[in-house]
Structures are given as structure tokens and as C-alpha cells.
């Protein structure tokens, strides 16, 4: 209570004499000065209440293998010392090697459009001398990708996709939401597969991967002759 009757007292000490003609000019100064005084006691004396020094930053995706003349977003996170997560800062985007260069970039997020070459650069994100950097791959390669579902729409898991040509480089396994990517595809002609099983038909297609390119293939497989059909619907009877 005395600190706080000194915070009001001050104040009155603080104004001048000289300029107090009457009881409004007193109850002005007081507002002003008495405002300033509490002003100096709320902010903070020190650096811990405002966000800590950039220590690092971290570009995601870390690693990337792009198509030739494709283009891919980088995004930027800071970091301080202590792990905690920094956001007022912009930082410089740039590109190191000669794969492509910065098509586009806004605040931590940057678009990343690849050259005609293949080769190996990085994407840098900077601010001050605090960098971050993420390595891309850019290829004249292809991939073909997609999800196999059955006839009746759901996805199949553990199925094998193949390309007949190269069956034992070139293929790839149906996760449990029934998706496949097979990367790495010199550009060309090639005839896509899925062999069959107890209870599943074969299913295949001629696929062209062009350079860089992305080819989709969303097999749908047919149930095997003598294979009853699960019913989707169920009808109650009374």
C-alpha cells in the first residue's frame, strides 16, 4: 500500500506550480503524469517477454525429387535456441546449384520451379546469418501412381504394381488406403500390371511416362468367376 500511495503522491510532484491556474490544469497534469508512472511499471525491463533470437530454421520438405520443368512449395520454420518456435521473421529464399530457381516466394513459403537438367541443388531459406536449406533431386525420370479399388469402391491393400518390363526395379506395394507410386521410370512406353489372386481378376494397361511427368492408373479389380459379390446394402425385413 505505500508503494502505491508513492505512485500517487509522485505525480503530484511532478507537476509545476508555475503552470497550475486552476483546479483543471491540477486534474490534467495529474491524468498525464499519473498514466506515464504506471506505463513505466507494466512494461517489461527485459527480453523475456518478446519472442527469442532466431537460432535456426528448419525448410521442409527436407528432401525432394522433382520432374524437370516441375514446380514444388518449400515452407520455412524458426527456431530459437531452446527448440521454441520463432515467427516474426522473413527470411531470403534462394536456390544453390543449377536445378531451377524460385518461381515464387511469400513469407516462410516458397514455390520452387525446376530447370530442363537433371541434378542436385538446394533450396535455402535465410535470415541474417541463420540459414536453412533442403536438398532436391531434379530428374527426367517419371512415376506412375494411383489407389486400386474393387468393384465395388473399396480400396484393396497389398496388391503388387508392376511394369512388365522392368518387374523386379519397377514396382510397388498398395498401402492400407489401397495407393501405389512407382518412381524412378526412364520416359517411355510401358504395360502396367496386377497379376491375379484367389479372388481377384488381373488387370492391366499401357502406360506412357513422359519426362518428368506424373502418369495416374486407378485399376478397378473384378472378383474372380464363382466369387460371390459382398453386398453393399443391407435390407431390413420385418
Not at 119 to 140: D, H, L, M, N, P
Not at 175 to 187: A, F, K, L, R, V
Not at 188 to 215: C, F, L, M, N
Amino acid at each position: 500500500m505505500g508503494s502505491l500511495w508513492y505512485k500517487i503522491q509522485n505525480p503530484i510532484k511532478q507537476c509545476p506550480k508555475s503552470q497550475l491556474n486552476n483546479f483543471w490544469d491540477l486534474f490534467n497534469c495529474l491524468i498525464v503524469t499519473f498514466t506515464l508512472s504506471w506505463l513505466l511499471v507494466i512494461l517489461p525491463t527485459s527480453c523475456g517477454e518478446f519472442p527469442s533470437e532466431l537460432a535456426s530454421i528448419i525448410v521442409s520438405p527436407s528432401s525432394s525429387t522433382i520432374g524437370v520443368n516441375k514446380t514444388a512449395q518449400f515452407s520455412a520454420l524458426g527456431k530459437d535456441s531452446g527448440g521454441n518456435i520463432v515467427t516474426d521473421f522473413t527470411p531470403t529464399w534462394k536456390v544453390e546449384g543449377n536445378v531451377g530457381s524460385i518461381y515464387s516466394s511469400s513469407g516462410c513459403y516458397a514455390v520452387f520451379q525446376a530447370g530442363w537438367v537433371e541434378g542436385s541443388g538446394y533450396v535455402i531459406a535465410s535470415y541474417g546469418s541463420v540459414e536453412g536449406k533442403a536438398r532436391v533431386t531434379v530428374t527426367t525420370k517419371g512415376w506412375l501412381k494411383g489407389t486400386v479399388k474393387d468393384a465395388n469402391g473399396a480400396k484393396v491393400s497389398g496388391m503388387l504394381v508392376y511394369l512388365k518390363e522392368n518387374p523386379t526395379s519397377l514396382r510397388d506395394l498398395t498401402n492400407t488406403d489401397g495407393q501405389y507410386e512407382i518412381s524412378n521410370i526412364p520416359p517411355g512406353t510401358y504395360e502396367a500390371r496386377i497379376d491375379a489372386t484367389d479372388y481377384y481378376q488381373e488387370a492391366s494397361k499401357e502406360v506412357t511416362i513422359g519426362s518428368g511427368e506424373t502418369e495416374p492408373w486407378d485399376p478397378v479389380l473384378q472378383l474372380q468367376p464363382g466369387i460371390p459379390t459382398i453386398p453393399t446394402t443391407t435390407l431390413f425385413v420385418p
